[in-house]
């Protein structure tokens, strides 16, 4: 039984494992690691279930605001029809539909609370149309990014002349063979000391390390870095995180949307987002990436320079896109806004969870807690830079320093990495070298800060709540006004 | 009317619920099959590095003739062996024998390894430095398999034998798997010092 866990780091060419006697893992031991997947499993989907389901609310929230927008186009355009061919009074029935509810407000009888379901349900089918229309377009994207495509991955195989590079995809096979997965490719690309594992599934997935990483690493820490990889492979990391950036996609997009309507640039921007995601083409699809980068990026400075005053005049521009401003400009912020301020930091703790649990399952894998925390304490000692392609920044092993280190996972307030010293701590839990763990921050800050975030939260939180339902309202307001009105006159004049 | 309701829901989750438990055990099973099929592969491969490492050693080893004989003829009866043993997880007594077989092949191994020691032009050449690491990743996976075929096969048998599986696990034909026995006589545990 041969781990090769004791070759030298300082001479890189022992490959050798000492012959020294392999001892078998107590009971209590093993007891403890596939304990502690199980609780950073039951952790992480504490986190994500929550997120899931307000994901969901929010969603049909948004259905619902789009709702006075797409049926009354969806009603003009009946309408239109209606003129030569004869058609049924669409926007008619819907409008006494609505009435009736309306009316049940001011009576002192408010009509039952199914009711009131039925109709959110109806308001909302077209705009859930629209949202899938728009999750399978975020997922085209996302599967021609180098992230899900194994063709545009960069990165070249390793030497057969390069006997460490050879050394680290083989410790990757032995990995997989030890958590029963397919061999991934190994790839190496120009980067600092990182490696993360992406593909679109477990059969098809890919090991890309930086050529920074291995200089610092001996045999025993490669295995544990490709026991890291290798688990997140194993657990559905990618599949997670690939749902993850199209549920935050889902809400960045028309918050994106929502802010390119009033000026000439935006609106050209807007349009050809539009374009990719109703008719996909790989040029367009990168489009929609890098829509997704930031929602509220500073777009304003190249705006600022074609804006003219002109008064307190409204150009036809802002007129036009009056109807619009309800349902899709507020609507758009409202999702945009939630989803960078509170799905996107939720999402980075679940994330945390996953990388500590990626963790324990390579202590797992490896049966040998000093290989991971070894190779952690060697690429924070050697302070070497871990920056590696940003796309792949929520699947690296460490924390790729970058602002946007998790670009697809919202490139929130909170990094999707534990911090480091965390990690060497969960780990001497589960039976690694004490000696590695060398942090000297004391309890009671931690306790301290603890306190202040769940105040902040707090604060946030309540704040969210109050800017969320008066989002809501205006919206409602708005659509009532400016675009219900105006499809009322015409659907008048049509019919 | 309202009674006959109930038992009908309660019959019907109480069958989904069965149907949940037989098919964990069939992917557990499955699971267990599949770590005994990813260890025959490693040894496939450990028998094929074997031959190259012979050819490369020949040269330099000339007088140890009977080392290499060793080693090949150790092969040999370890692919014998393992013909027969990694047919079916519950085969106890041809496991044993594949184990054993193959813990003879590691002794060789070693042996050839601790002799190559001394010869200072085989360390230094390419293709041994290359094989040897060959050789070092094979073992790994080799064992790194075996941990996985293990981890399986308990899973499988706390899933069999746990409370509301272990009254129909039998009936359906459901078997306890065998764990395979940790090399654990001291010439079986030696394994390959590649020191280079």
Known sequence: ?495 | MDSSITVAIALGVFFVWALVIYNRLVALRNRVANGLAQIDVQLKRRHDLIPNLVETARGYLSHERQTLEAVVSARAAAQAAGQAGTRDAGDEPAMAAMASAEGALSTSLGRLFALAEAYPDLKANQNMMQLSEEITTTENKLSFARQAFNDAVMHFNTALESFPAVMFAGALGFKRAVMLAPLDSDIERKVPAVRF
């Open chain 1, 1 to 495: 039984m041969v781990h090769d866990n004791h070759a030298d780091p300082a001479t890189p060419e022992a490959v050798g494992p000492e012959p020294a006697a392999w001892t078998n893992w107590s009971a209590s031991e093993r007891e403890q690691f596939f304990d502690a997947i199980a609780r950073h499993r039951r952790n992480a989907w504490r986190v994500t279930l929550p997120c899931a389901l307000a994901s969901l609310l929010l969603a049909l929230i948004l259905a619902i605001l789009l709702a006075p927008l797409l049926y009354g186009l969806l009603g003009l355009a009946v309408d239109v029809i209606n003129l030569a061919l004869p058609m049924p009074d669409l926007l008619g029935h819907l409008g006494s539909m609505v009435g009736v509810m309306v009316d049940s407000l001011d009576s002192d009888r408010l009509a039952p609370a199914g009711a009131w379901l039925r109709l959110a349900l109806v308001a909302a089918v077209p705009g859930a149309v629209l949202m899938a229309a728009i999750v399978f377009a975020l997922r085209r994207a996302l599967m021609h990014s180098p992230l899900f495509h194994p063709l545009k991955a960069p990165g070249r195989p390793a030497l057969p002349s390069d006997l460490n590079e050879q050394r680290f995809a083989n410790t990757v096979a032995e990995m997989a063979a030890a958590a029963m997965v397919p061999a991934p490719r190994v790839t190496f690309v120009d980067g600092g000391a990182n490696a993360s594992a992406f593909g679109p599934d477990e059969s098809h997935a890919t090991v890309m390390a930086g050529t920074g990483l291995l200089p610092n690493l001996n045999r025993q820490q490669m295995q544990g870095i490709a026991a890291h990889l290798i688990a997140s492979v194993a657990d559905g990391d990618m599949k997670i995180g690939m749902r993850t950036a199209m549920t935050l996609g889902l809400f960045t997009l028309p918050a994106v949307v929502s802010t390119g309507w009033a000026d000439r640039a935006g609106f050209a921007a807007t349009v050809r987002l539009l374009h990719a995601i109703l008719l996909p083409t790989p040029a367009r699809l990168d489009r929609i990436l890098q829509a997704l980068d930031d929602p509220f990026r500073d777009r304003g400075s190249e705006r600022d320079a074609t804006k003219t005053s002109q008064g307190d005049r409204l150009t036809w521009r802002q007129w036009a896109m009056m109807p619009l401003v309800g349902p899709v400009v507020i609507s758009g912020f409202l999702g945009g806004l939630v989803s960078t301020m509170m799905l996107a930091p939720a999402v980075a703790l679940a994330w945390r969870h996953r990388k500590f649990m990626a963790d324990a399952n390579a202590v797992a894998l490896t049966r040998d807690p000093d290989a991971l925390v070894g190779a952690l304490a060697a690429i924070s000692a050697a302070g070497a830079n871990t920056r590696l392609a940003a796309w792949a920044g929520h699947l690296c092993v460490v924390n790729p320093g970058t602002r946007h280190d998790a670009s697809l996972l919202g490139g929130s307030y909170v990094s999707v990495f534990p911090p480091l010293q965390r990690r060497i701590r969960a780990l001497v839990r589960i039976g690694a070298d004490p000696q590695r763990f060398t942090s000297n921050a004391s309890g009671g800050k931690s306790w301290l800060l603890k306190v202040l975030s769940a105040v902040l939260f707090t604060v946030i939180g309540s704040l969210m709540a109050v800017v969320v339902v008066l989002l809501i309202w205006i919206s409602l307001a708005l659509s009532g006004l400016f675009t219900l009105l105006p499809v009322a006159l015409l659907h008048a004049l049509l019919r």
